[in-house]
């Protein structure tokens, strides 16, 4: 998540997203991730995939919930995070927060020295060692 972007203390870079733009971002991710790969089959992550049946659902200006919308798919993982308590999904401002949860668990357990360059490994990211 874009929540996220730098290995210290705290990794900690922004306080929230809107759902809008998480959309947009999760697009660009798919596409970044095509790119990256020559052959995504093998690499475990068929970006290429994941994107055609991203886009292949219907985008909505309101607030949709259907999950055969994007809005409305992107809602149900949303609505997941918030019960888990790794976000705060307020959907009045259509926004999203992360939780001290969320943090602790990006600044232990995947953004360390320890476990972030396998963590850029399975994403395909190239790695500088």
Known sequence: MEFYNSQSVSSKSRDYIKVGEFLNIISDRLRDGIARADDNAEKGIAFENILERFEALKSTDNKSTSKTTKEGFINTILDFLDKQGLIYYIKG???????????????????????????LKALGEDIDE
């Open 93 to 119: 401002d259509d926004m999203i927060k992360s939780t001290k949860k969320l943090d602790s668990f990006m600044d232990w357990n995947l953004l360390n020295k320890n476990n972030y360059n396998r963590v």
